[in-house]
């Protein structure tokens, strides 16, 4: 799957996003081992704290639906600037993949411009048992 096949879905999902307060919609699509794309959004509360990512979304429910390991993570945010994984999802992604999984952001909506790093760049030392 190309990156911008990748992206376009997380495109997709940016656009259930519930993003009430900050207006910064996130959607990440994850490509897993066995070639499926299992998406997720940003959920925002009231109480901040308890907002979830993206990515966690995504990976939330390719866990619950026995879909791991993951191969490429899309991040995509519908407005404002690329949307790098914040340090909790760094590391819960950290949990799953190889620090070698690429990982493709584009902010603005923008599926044909957008950056490419690893999961191991984003986080060198990440905490392993």
């Keep these: 799957m190309k990156p ?3 992206l376009a879905a997380a495109a997709a999902a940016c656009r259930n996003a519930h993003a009430p307060y900050s207006k910064y919609r996130v959607g990440a699509a994850l490509l897993t081992d066995d070639g499926s794309v299992i998406t997720g959004c940003n959920v925002e509360n ?5 907002t979830i990512c993206a990515e966690r979304v995504a990976i939330g429910t390719a866990v619950a639906a026995g ?23 760094r590391q819960v992604l950290a949990e799953f993949c190889t620090p070698e ?5 584009a902010g603005a909506g923008c ?18 048992l």
């Design 4 to 6: 911008a096949d990748l």
């Design 111 to 128: 599926t044909d411009a957008y950056e490419t790093t690893t999961l191991g760049t984003l986080l060198p030392f990440a905490f392993k």
């Design 101 to 105: 999984l690429p990982v493709y952001i």
């Design 67 to 89: 879909k791991t390991p993951f191969k490429a993570i899309a991040i995509m945010a519908d407005n404002g600037p690329a949307p790098f994984p914040c340090g909790a999802c």
């Design 46 to 50: 009231a109480s901040y704290g308890l």
